[in-house]
């Protein structure tokens, strides 16, 4: 089945650096992938949709400047938050689906981002 | 933007014990799909729904696609310990691509 790889699993930086996580489709080609942030006792946030080999789609009030989404092969979507601040820590999910077959999405296993 | 409506918003039951869980919307979808996540990992996909009406088993879960196509239900039968988790409906509309709306999700908690 559709495997969605993602890395780091877990990243603590300090307040002003950046940080870059990846997603990956490890058996399957995805043309699109979705980047999602999830807030303790909260649902998943729809950030992005990142698009192979043009600008990712950004949903409204997500700043595209802060989160850097780049999506240079079709099995790979990198996200940058540029300058972190604490108030970007979060759990920090993709997605993609094999869409040869139609399937669903099946999502990474998500990165806890902490900002300190 | 569409809203899922869903409840309950947790739920403290005895192992054995069947659960019900429904996703309502004010918008139609055409497909509907549930996710269990576990602390600290990704959704992982239980059931999917691509019908109205549409009556779906995975082991002791089943799940419906409502008539109307604005909500759904999944319900879990003989719960185990296992079963702990956070579980999350999603709506599909067939013009947004693959891009899904989330309801706010349903703590199931087991007691042994």
């Known amino acids: 089945g559709a495997v969605v790889s993602q890395h780091p699993s877990r990243v603590i930086c300090k307040s002003g650096t950046s940080v870059k996580i990846e997603c990956r489709s490890l058996?399957?080609?995805?043309?699109?992938m979705f980047w999602y942030r999830q807030f303790p006792k909260q649902s998943l946030m729809l950030m992005a949709t990142?698009?192979?080999?043009?600008?990712?789609?950004?949903e409204q009030g997500v700043e595209k400047d802060k989160f850097l989404i780049n999506h240079a092969s079709l099995t790979l979507s990198t996200l940058t938050v540029t300058s972190a601040h604490p108030e970007d820590s979060s759990f920090y999910i993709c997605?993609?689906?094999?869409?040869?077959?139609?399937?669903?999405?099946?999502f990474g296993n998500g990165t806890r981002l902490t900002v300190t | 933007g569409q809203q899922l409506n869903q409840s309950p918003q947790s739920m403290f039951i005895q192992e054995g014990e069947d659960v019900s869980m429904n996703c309502t919307s004010s918008?139609?979808?055409?497909?509907w799909l549930w996710y269990k996540q576990d602390p600290g990992e990704g959704p992982v996909l239980l059931i999917a729904?691509?019908?109205?009406?549409e009556l779906t088993s995975n082991g002791r879960l089943t799940a419906q696609f409502g008539i109307t196509r604005k909500d759904s239900f999944l319900n879990i039968s003989a719960s185990i310990p296992s079963d702990v988790g956070i579980y999350f409906c999603?709506?599909?509309?067939?013009?947004?691509?693959?891009?899904?709306?989330f309801g706010e999700g349903t703590q199931l908690t087991v007691n042994p």
């Open positions: 997605s993609a689906r094999d869409q040869r077959v139609n399937s669903p999405l099946h």
């Open positions: 058996d399957f080609q995805a043309t699109t």
């Open positions: 990142s698009n192979e080999g043009s600008k990712a789609t950004y």
């Open positions: 918008s139609i979808f055409n497909t």
């Open positions: 729904l691509y019908k109205a009406g």
């Open positions: 999603a709506g599909q509309l067939l013009t947004s691509g693959s891009r899904l709306t």
